[in-house]
């Protein structure tokens, strides 16, 4: 059975700080994505990191992979209030079938 | 463009009764899927679709029926509700890649059942 775990499941942190989301899965996929979601929202594409070693940045966050590892980070520079939202990876084991982790709910406090 | 249209938003039902998620995309995307979201499970799979005509089982499909008749639509079928069913239900599409593989997920807003 394919499991996708991430940790923390709750994290709670200051202004300013620096943090890293962990997510590791037990499929030897090469395929990880990162979404958000608002409270009551839906979910929103963060990062698609289709390779070992892929790394996407987008403003203050960024996501590596590797696949070797089965290890994907979703590392948050300078937290600002805005990225307060619960955050999940998924991992795409067979081309059509999408796994997702439990999240984590991220509060950034001022 | 709409991209993944869900309804309705919010339902109440009673024990045994049955009901249909509908959902849409306007993206022509040839993949789409259902999940239900639970507190404390993330997402989880039930049924999808790589084009019209073709379904297939997700992580838990038991008591969920899927079609897929046209390239736009996937209506989800609870066809004697449970309590257990209570969730919020996704539904997300996404484009295929020319060696089958599916992209990122668009998803719909989201459908809130309750079963009584």
């Known amino acids: 059975e394919l499991k996708v775990e991430q940790n923390p499941l709750f994290l709670s942190m200051q202004e300013g700080k620096n943090y890293t989301i962990y997510c590791n899965y037990s499929?030897?996929?090469?395929?990880l994505y990162w979404y958000r979601q608002d409270p009551g929202k839906s979910l929103e594409s963060l990062f698609v990191?289709?390779?070992?070693?892929a790394v996407k940045q987008e403003g203050r966050l960024m996501a590596s992979l590797d696949t070797k590892a089965r290890l994907s980070t979703l590392h948050i520079t300078a937290a600002v209030h805005d990225l307060s939202a619960t955050y999940f990876c998924a991992v795409d084991e067979t081309g059509n079938q999408f796994y997702f982790g439990t999240g984590t709910s991220l509060t950034v406090i001022p | 463009n709409a991209g993944v249209t869900q309804t309705p938003k919010f339902q109440v039902l009673k024990t045994g009764q049955s009901m249909t998620l509908q959902c849409a995309q306007d993206m022509n995307h040839e993949y789409m899927s259902w999940y239900r979201q639970d507190p404390g499970m993330g997402l989880r799979l039930i049924h999808y679709?790589?084009?019209?005509?073709?379904?297939d089982q997700g992580e838990v499909p038991n008591g969920y029926n899927v079609s897929r008749s046209t390239t736009e639509d996937f209506p989800l079928r609870l066809l004697s509700a449970a309590p257990s069913q209570t969730s919020v239900y996704f539904c997300a599409s996404s484009y295929r890649g020319q060696g089958g593989d599916t992209g990122e997920l668009f998803f719909g807003e989201g459908s809130r059942l309750t079963v009584l």
């Open positions: 679709s790589v084009g019209a005509g073709i379904t």
């Open positions: 499929t030897t996929s090469d395929r």
């Open positions: 990191l289709l390779s070992n070693g």
